[in-house]
């Protein structure tokens, strides 16, 4: 499923510069997010959540791209608190685990 995700925001989404960075958020949000939701029958082990985490994360640095700093001038990828600073959203294991059925 992942790769399904992935696959389809990369080839429709990621590089259309037609589409603001508010509406591929909400792409994000409709679309990818509830295919990750899919890893509710996995047996989550601490190398998945790692997988989930790095996914949603390269997704989110995609989606807001670079920063430019401000003492060199380079550009540069953003930081995790700084995507969790604009995307606010709770760690992906943490919406997985309650939605679980036993």
Known sequence: MEVKA???????IEFSNLLSKNLKVKIYR???LP???GCET???KMREGRRLRVFKNM???RIFGSKRDKVTGE???LHNEELYDMYCSPNIIRMIKP???V
Request: glycine letters at 4%.
């Open 6 to 12: 992935k696959n389809y925001f990369r080839g429709n």
């Open 30 to 32: 409709t679309i990818i």
């Open 35 to 37: 295919v990750l939701y």
């Open 42 to 44: 996995w047996s989550l």
């Open 59 to 61: 997704v989110l640095r």
């Open 75 to 77: 550009w540069r990828k």
């Open 99 to 101: 939605r679980r059925t």
